[in-house]
């Protein structure tokens, strides 16, 4: 390479610089690469058009200039730690942890990457290797505030709130301002069912970050549970006065509208997050609920198929997508959505016990017994699970079987007028039955 190549392009990196210190990605990244095509053998050319694309929210190429560098420095830490960041941002979890794992052995010491490998192991689910890694960060570092971030996710996903708020608390006694960690303690305490404390903390993190419209949304979902509907109202209103062109904004409106009553401005909130993102999950879904309301039929149906090709994973929709089916007769996917439900949830009592109506209405009795056996299990005090039970065996004629599935409910609700009425249907049907075997029995003995 010639003298005048190489002084072109540190004269290229040095304008580099400047532009991302002006927030220009994109033209400080066109300088980079220019310097890398001139000079492919400089690791920190490389590892700043990694950090350019970080800044401009491209994590899949990022990873690809972190490689560069690794190329040429095997051992750099720094790169290792910025590659196995993007490669969990991109959901290639298992070579993050690799990633992560490779510079303990190279720096153990090296605080940082133990903070990405907590949050890694939570998403695989594996909580308790998780703690293992929080445990062995402290030993570097005591009071890292990502690490106790980290780990309160971890305890949360958990249900372990309590735990989780006093690790996001031990980040915020660190870090003083941060919004995100207000928003993970609003969200455990409304889990708990602390709603004002909930609020109080949404309200924390907005003092710090004004304009994030996803805690307005956040915060406005808390208030409409609270029937604040006004303060819900406008905190919607001010994200989309901020983010128009913000889909999530436009859904809340629309499904604020429709808990108002207002349907028809509702419909065209939801419309225009549609035209913003087709694929906005919950739309079509609502839009529904819309239709159904003004006995559209037709357009009702037309709605859920189309929500249904999305393939929801969210449970609260996947509930809410499977009773609208079942209100208009589609049986058949309303019970692959709770079937689903069961899949994510498998201790919610309320999705097992739509499940097994689901099977009832199908007439896969054997099915829904299954589901109904599951959710008493869960929830042995739930009568309205034990009636459809009992009518269930009921149905197939085992009527021992049925009165024994009510005995602890009436023991519960003695009172219970359709439980009663259920009983004695039922010890009627048994006393018919065993007439009839008897009858039965007479018949077959040998005349004389």
Known sequence: METNDWNDAERRVERAQELFEQRKWQEALEELRA????????????????????????????????RQVLQIE???????????????????????LRCFERIETIDPSFEASYCPRILCYCDLGEHERAEEIFYLARLYKEHCPQCYFNMGISLAARGLYE????CWQKTLDAQGSHPEVHVRIAQALWAKGQREHARRHFLAGLRQSPGSTAMLLDLSDLLIEMERWEEAGEKIRRAIEIAPEDPAAHYCHGRWLLRRGRDEEAVASLKRA??????FPGAHLRLAEAHHRRGEI?????????????????????????NLLMDVGELRPATGCLKRLVQLEPHNAKAWQNLAVAHFLRGRYGEGIAASQETLRLDPSNLMAAHNLALALGELGEYD??????RPALEHDAGNPQLQKLEFRLRLLRLRQRFAAALRAVRLLPRK
């Open 35 to 66: 310097a890398t095509s001139i000079n492919p053998y400089n690791a920190a050319w490389f590892f700043n058009i990694g950090l350019t694309l970080d800044e401009m929210g491209r994590p899949a190429e990022a990873v690809e200039a972190y």
């Open 74 to 96: 095997p051992d750099d830490v720094q790169a290792l730690s910025h590659l196995g960041t993007d490669l969990h941002r991109i959901g290639r979890i298992e070579e993050a």
């Open 163 to 166: 735990k989780a708020i006093f």
């Open 274 to 279: 549609l035209e913003l993102d087709p694929t």
């Open 298 to 322: 037709i357009d009702t149906r037309q709605q859920l198929r189309a929500e249904l090709l999305l393939r929801p994973q969210d449970p609260r929709m996947l509930m809410d997508l499977a």
């Open 401 to 406: 079987a049925a009165l024994q599935t009510l």
